[in-house]
């Protein structure tokens, strides 16, 4: 197994913790927060990533809407069975048990299919479950100015303790704050 692909995400969170739910992309950013010229790093972000892996789910509301930021980035899809794909999407299954937990299986496969990193996107659940299980190597968070008081906690109710180190922080001048942090070995 290839230990020196990590696996990385990309994320925006409301200052009080929440993210939106699957589907709600951009529109539910304050008009201040909106990806300013720089857009926050996301392209080289993209750009560092040989793939991508997302639920089901994600991905049917990615396919939905007019989003699609993986370019031409094989994308691997987690789910309990298969579907039909757009014809222009470059994709494949990798299908998981039931319940879809047993994300250790998965990345295992992935880094078998991979020689670089490995961009973990979409929704908090996949985002949750993969922490849980301490498979997240890196982590760069996007904190909005912005309370919402209710929604989605960004990583739900994941009880595991991780220590995380902080490798870069960036401060944008719309009040957003960037975090990158890399996970310490367990």
Same mark, same amino acid.
């Given at each position: 197994m290839n230990k020196t692909n990590k696996i990385k995400t990309f994320s925006f969170m409301s200052l009080d913790g929440y993210v939106p739910k699957t589907g709600e992309h951009n529109d539910? !950013?304050?008009?201040?927060?909106?990806?300013?010229?720089?857009g926050y790093g996301f392209h080289q972000f993209r750009d560092s990533a040989s793939c991508a892996v997302m639920s089901g789910i994600y991905h049917a509301t990615l396919q939905a809407s007019d989003v699609w930021p993986f370019e031409d980035k094989m994308c691997y899809i987690l789910t309990p069975r298969s579907f039909n794909l757009a014809p222009d999407v470059k994709a494949d299954f990798i299908i998981t048990d039931d319940n879809g937990y047993d994300y250790k299986k998965v990345v295992d496969q992935l880094r078998e299919r991979t020689d670089g990193d490995i961009w973990l996107a979409g929704d908090q659940g996949i985002i949750t479950r993969f922490m849980s299980q301490g498979l997240i190597d890196e982590i760069i968070l996007n904190i909005l100015p912005v309370t919402f008081g209710v929604g989605l906690p960004m990583f739900g109710n994941d009880k595991q303790i991780q220590?995380?180190? !902080?490798?870069?922080h960036t401060i944008y001048s719309n009040g957003v704050v960037q975090l990158q942090y890399t996970a310490n070995p367990i």
């Open positions: 539910w !950013l304050p008009e201040g927060s909106l990806p300013i010229e720089s220590d995380w180190t !902080l490798q870069n």
